[in-house]
């Protein structure tokens, strides 16, 4: 199975914005759709976004709807979320994984965190 890494979290003010990135090791990740979940301590882990293999569809949850934007760049096999107007409520540790066909592989994350 391909292997993804996410990296761009960090601490940031509400109203800040982030950049996460997911990046592959291999070209066959470009086939693939792919998604951002999240996950916070003592909560289930919710779905945040999905982009087709082309990057040509994208879906957003509607708690990050016209802040949150998924894109990909499949020349450096990179899946990306930009991330504005973070609230304290987007405080969680971020994973892409991919989701057709589906896969219930998930890596380390990438903590974000926003204060008040």
């Known amino acids: 199975q391909v292997q993804l890494v996410e990296s761009g979290g960090g601490l940031v003010q509400a109203g800040g914005s982030l950049r996460l990135s997911c990046t592959a090791a291999?070209?066959?990740?470009?086939?693939?759709?792919m998604g951002w979940f999240r996950q916070a301590p003592g909560k289930e882990r919710e779905f945040v976004a999905a982009i087709t293999w082309d990057g040509r569809v994208t879906y957003h949850a509607d708690s990050v709807k016209g802040r949150f934007a998924i894109s990909r760049d499949n020349a450096k096999n990179t899946v990306s979320l930009q991330m504005n107007s973070l609230k304290p409520e987007d405080t969680a540790v971020y994973y892409c994984?991919?989701?057709?066909?589906?896969?219930?592989?998930w890596g380390q994350g990438t903590q974000v965190t926003v204060t008040s």
């Open positions: 291999e070209r066959t990740f470009n086939n693939y759709a």
């Open positions: 994984k991919r989701v057709v066909p589906p896969s219930d592989s």
